[in-house]
């Protein structure tokens, strides 16, 4: 037999030796398309196993999916592997179904003839040995003759193939017990009928067909959608007695069999009814296949006149029921799986199809953030670049910006030290040793007060300073990780210590005292510079003479008086009463006594006010006013140096935020250089299951088509 070559049409096959073969090669090609479907299933389960952790490309259902398919395939295939082209005879008891099964054998291999009845389906098929052997249905023992069965039983009979040339196209021939030996007519259409793809039903010439006969194959066509059915009228070779009659005889038997298959069973149309009914004598077909085997010719021997004409017609029936056998096991074993094929590859295609979509998708954002991320690399690296020399000129704006306020912040803090005095309400005591403890108690408050206002009013500042040097791109990650670490400015003020050599003067001093007044009239720095040392003055030692009548007389200035006046002028005597004393005596010498006792009085009273008010608060003002004034001083002579260190401070921290912050962006370049790599990683991977995917979602195309051509050259066969 030959396959169709490349100047034959679509869908041809050669089948002049046997159209048996048909069946034989669309059972290979069909289990060729299941193995190449199982390999394909195979390797896209191990893929899909492989890829499984990629992105979530892959799902488990996705891999329980196919791990099913490959069970379906491997179902289909062992259905394959069994399937056969199944031929069931059936009749009444002695009408020589055994007999007919011999004669297709070309061989007696089922008893047969006079005395010989089957009581058990006997199912004749191909032997992979060269012996034959018989074994029981479900049973790998050898059968013991001794063992009895039922009629609805099963014998297999292994049959060497090349002592039987029909078996060796897969073909499986199936005898029966008589069908009006048994009432279980359905049992044995259920146990042996329904996979079968021809029935013979081999009917008695000498006799027409028996309503046992009909019923059963009423039973069949219900339980089988259109059965193939060939009816054999057997032992035809007994007409020849009744020559005169054969015609009428054999359109008779010919209406019947003609209504049953048509009218009855509806299993025909009139057309193909013909080809369906046949008139032979199996028993001269044995008999001549055997001397022929002998190598005798087929005619010889004692056969009755019109031989030839039966032989013929019984050779025509088996080429029909051949191509008929061979056309329906075809259909009926190999369509199913046909479409099942195409199922289970629809199946694989669509997932490999989404496979293949969402690797392709996700490859492609994968690259569109690839090239983000280097874009970004890029440009980080140029900002590192352009930030480093940027930076250093920024950190020097800044330590010059914030010396500036330093000393400014810190010059308005001291003008403003009477206020945090004033905040220190601890009792005051005037006393020695409980002085001492306020004093320190104030230089303690001052130092907390003064470093407290300072860092408020400079940290922030300055960490707005620092701030600006982080890109604005960065900022936001590169502020939350330095503001880990506030920064502060740390101010510390040894107020105690500045204060060490502090001399509070609590000693009551009165407003109109002589050096006072003298610092009224001539300035503090005039007033010190004449009362800061006693001096000579110069007096004159002669007296002045006036007219008695018209002239006041002017005393004449003895020594005591210099002395005295002296004395009273003396920076260590502030005695007001010394003072009032001398201003007494030289006023009663040239203003007269009224006056000068009317100013003593209002000079007394103010003074007796005065020291009248000079009380504990009082001198805790004054003491106050000298602290601060004393304070004052001493931060103004270390304010320099305040600044200086301020600003080493900045300096430092902000070395050191740099440092952090070219860090940061060293980190940052390097997780992105990382990202990129895994993303390289990850799309190459994407781009190996995109081709994967693509590549087996081709090859199940292409076994798809393959089902095509299957069916178009198999399935379509004869159409």
């Given at each position: 037999?030959?396959?169709?070559?490349g100047h034959?049409?679509?869908?041809?096959?050669?089948?002049?030796?046997?159209?048996?073969?048909?069946?034989?090669l669309?059972k290979?090609?069909?289990?060729?398309?299941?193995?190449?479907i199982?390999?394909?299933a195979?390797?896209t389960?191990?893929?899909?196993?492989?890829?499984c952790d990629?992105?979530?490309?892959?799902?488990?259902e996705q891999?329980q999916?196919?791990y099913y398919i490959?069970?379906?395939?491997?179902?289909i295939?062992?259905?394959?592997?069994?399937d056969q082209m199944?031929?069931?005879?059936?009749g009444?008891?002695s009408n020589?179904k055994?007999t007919?099964v011999?004669a297709?054998l070309?061989?007696r291999i089922?008893?047969?003839?006079?005395?010989?009845?089957t009581?058990?389906?006997?199912?004749?098929?191909s032997s992979?040995?060269?012996?034959a052997?018989v074994?029981?249905e479900?049973?790998?023992?050898?059968?013991?003759?001794?063992?009895?069965?039922?009629d609805?039983?099963?014998?297999r009979?292994?049959w060497?193939?090349?002592r039987?040339p029909?078996l060796?196209?897969?073909v499986?021939l199936v005898d029966?017990?008589?069908?009006?030996?048994?009432?279980?007519?359905?049992?044995w259409?259920d146990?042996?009928?329904l996979?079968?793809?021809?029935?013979?039903?081999?009917?008695?010439?000498e006799?027409t067909?028996?309503?046992?006969e009909?019923?059963?194959?009423?039973?069949v066509?219900?339980?089988?959608?259109?059965?193939?059915?060939?009816v054999?009228?057997?032992?035809w070779?007994?007409?020849?007695d009744e020559k005169e009659?054969?015609?009428k005889i054999?359109?008779?038997?010919?209406?019947r069999?003609?209504?049953?298959?048509?009218?009855?069973?509806?299993v025909?149309?009139?057309?193909q009814?013909?080809d369906r009914?046949?008139?032979v004598?199996?028993?001269?077909v044995?008999?001549?296949?055997?001397?022929q085997?002998?190598?005798k010719?087929l005619i010889?021997g004692?056969?009755?006149?019109?031989?030839?004409?039966?032989y013929?017609?019984?050779?025509e029936?088996?080429?029909?029921?051949?191509?008929?056998?061979?056309?329906?096991?075809?259909?009926?074993?190999?369509?199913?799986h046909?479409q099942?094929?195409?199922?289970?590859?629809t199946?694989l295609c669509?997932l490999l199809?989404a496979?293949?979509?969402?690797?392709s998708?996700?490859?492609?954002?994968?690259?569109?953030?690839k090239?983000?991320?280097?874009e970004?690399?890029d440009f980080?690296?140029?900002q590192?670049?352009?930030?480093?020399p940027?930076?250093?000129?920024e950190i020097?704006?800044?330590?010059?910006?914030?010396?500036?306020?330093?000393?400014?912040?810190?010059?308005?803090?001291?003008?403003?030290?009477?206020?945090?005095?004033?905040?220190?309400k601890k009792?005051?005591n005037?006393?020695s040793?409980?002085?001492?403890?306020?004093?320190k108690?104030?230089s303690?408050?001052m130092e907390?007060?003064?470093?407290?206002?300072?860092?408020?009013?400079?940290?922030?500042?300055v960490?707005i300073?620092?701030?600006?040097?982080?890109?604005?791109n960065?900022?936001a990650?590169?502020t939350?990780?330095?503001?880990r670490?506030?920064?502060?400015?740390?101010?510390h003020f040894?107020?105690e210590?500045?204060?060490s050599d502090?001399?509070?003067?609590?000693?009551?001093?009165?407003?109109l005292?002589?050096?006072?007044?003298?610092?009224?009239?001539?300035?503090?720095?005039?007033?010190?510079?004449?009362f800061?040392?006693?001096?000579?003055?110069?007096w004159?030692?002669s007296?002045?003479s006036f007219?008695?009548s018209?002239?006041?007389e002017v005393?004449?200035?003895?020594?005591?008086?210099i002395n005295?006046?002296?004395?009273?002028?003396?920076?260590?005597?502030?005695?007001?009463?010394?003072?009032?004393?001398?201003g007494?005596?030289?006023s009663f010498?040239?203003v007269?006594w009224?006056v000068?006792?009317?100013?003593c009085?209002i000079?007394?009273?103010?003074y007796?006010?005065?020291?009248?008010?000079?009380?504990n608060k009082?001198k805790?003002?004054?003491?106050?006013?000298q602290?601060?004034?004393?304070?004052?001083?001493?931060?103004?002579?270390?304010?320099?140096?305040?600044?200086?260190?301020c600003?080493y401070q900045?300096?430092?921290?902000?070395?050191?935020r740099?440092?952090q912050?070219?860090?940061?962006l060293?980190?940052?370049?390097?997780?992105v250089?990382k990202?990129?790599?895994?993303?390289d990683?990850n799309?190459?991977?994407?781009?190996?299951?995109?081709?994967?995917?693509?590549t087996?979602?081709n090859?199940a195309?292409y076994l798809?088509?393959?089902?095509?051509?299957?069916?178009e050259?198999?399935?379509q066969?004869?159409q």
């Open positions: 037999m030959k396959i169709r070559d034959s049409p679509p869908g041809f096959i050669d089948v002049t030796s046997s159209p048996l073969k048909v069946f034989v669309a290979k090609k069909i289990n060729g398309i299941f193995a190449d199982n390999d394909c195979k390797e389960y191990l893929f899909l196993k492989e890829y990629v992105e979530e490309v892959i799902t488990n891999i999916e196919v490959q069970d379906k395939i491997k179902d295939q062992n259905v394959l592997k069994r199944k031929v069931v005879f059936f009444r008891p020589g055994s007919v011999n297709l070309q061989d089922l008893p047969c003839g006079m005395g010989h009845t009581n058990c389906f006997l199912q004749i098929e992979e040995s060269s012996k052997y074994l029981t479900n049973s790998t023992e050898p059968l013991k003759c001794a063992e009895k069965f039922g609805s039983s099963l014998i009979i292994f060497p193939t090349d039987c029909l060796q196209d897969d499986v029966s017990p008589g069908i009006d030996v048994t009432p279980n007519l359905d049992e259409i146990k042996h009928c996979d079968a793809d021809v029935f013979v039903l081999v009917a008695n010439a006799s067909l028996m309503v046992a009909k019923n059963f194959f009423h039973k066509s219900m339980k089988l959608s259109k059965p193939n059915i060939f054999l009228n057997n032992r070779d007994n007409s020849v009659f054969i015609d054999r359109k008779q038997h010919m209406d069999s003609v209504s049953f298959l048509v009218d009855e069973l509806k025909v149309t009139q057309s009814a013909e009914i046949y008139f004598s199996a028993k001269e044995l008999q001549a296949r055997i001397q085997q002998k190598g010719l010889s004692a056969l009755a006149d019109g031989f030839q004409a039966r013929f017609e019984f050779q029936f088996e080429r029909k029921f051949q191509e008929c056998l061979s056309k329906s096991a075809v259909k009926t074993k190999f369509e199913q046909t099942g094929g195409k199922n289970i590859i199946e669509k199809d496979v293949h979509q969402t690797a998708n996700l490859r492609a954002q994968k690259l569109s953030m090239k983000e991320k280097k970004h690399l980080t690296k140029q590192l670049n352009d930030l480093i940027k930076s250093k000129q020097h704006h800044i330590i010059e910006k914030v010396e500036q306020n330093v000393s400014r912040t810190l010059n308005e803090e001291i003008r403003r030290l009477h206020v945090l005095v004033d905040e220190f009792p005051f005037s006393e040793f409980i002085l001492n403890a306020y004093k108690e104030l303690n408050h907390q007060g003064l470093g407290s206002n300072l860092k408020g009013k400079l940290s922030y500042e960490q300073q620092m701030t600006s040097l982080i890109p604005p960065h900022r990650k590169a939350t990780a330095l503001h670490e506030n920064f502060e400015v740390h101010f040894n107020c210590n500045l204060c502090f001399q509070e003067n609590l000693e009551f001093k009165f407003s005292g002589l050096i006072n007044i003298a610092k009224c009239f001539l300035g503090p720095n005039k007033a010190k510079k004449k800061g040392r006693i001096e000579s003055i110069p004159p030692v007296n002045t007219p008695a018209s002239e006041v005393a004449s200035v003895s020594p005591e008086y005295l006046f002296q004395l009273s002028l003396s920076s260590s005597s502030q005695s007001s009463v010394g003072i009032l004393a001398v007494a005596f030289v010498k040239t007269g009224r000068l006792a009317t100013v009085g000079y007394s009273l103010l007796a006010y005065e020291k009248l008010c000079w009380t009082a805790e003002r004054t003491f106050k006013k602290y601060v004034d004393h304070i004052t001083r001493k931060l103004g002579l270390i304010a320099d140096l305040t600044t200086s260190n600003s900045v300096q430092q921290k902000l070395q050191k740099f440092s912050l070219c860090q940061i060293d980190e940052e370049i390097s997780n250089q990202e990129i790599e895994i993303l990683e799309g190459e991977k994407l781009e190996k299951m995109s081709v994967a995917s693509r087996f979602r090859k195309h798809f088509n393959e089902f095509e051509v299957f069916s050259k198999y399935l066969y004869g």
